[in-house]
């Protein structure tokens, strides 16, 4: 794990907004696993464009 990222939140889906890192919970262990972009797109597409919509409305505003 990276020592900027800290999963953490509700959710079983994390994304370090300083590296851009995406991190997956498992529930049995509790552990979080770094999984690639390219998987989160085509394995949790929902996840991934729900993210990415939040992060352009938040940080893509230019008034």
């Given amino acids: ?8 939140g509700p ?3 994390y994304r370090c ?3 851009g890192q995406w991190w997956c919970c498992d529930p049995r262990s509790g552990f979080w ?9 085509f394995c949790l597409h929902d996840v ?3 993210e990415r919509k939040h992060r352009k409305a938040t940080h893509g505003r230019t008034d």
Avoid: A, L, N, V
Avoid at 33 to 41: K, L, Q, R
């Fill in 1 to 8: 794990m990276s020592q900027r990222c800290d999963p953490h």
């Fill in 33 to 41: 696993e770094s999984i690639s972009t390219i998987e989160m797109f």
């Fill in 11 to 13: 959710g079983c889906y």
């Fill in 48 to 50: 991934w464009r729900q």
């Fill in 17 to 19: 907004p300083i590296c």
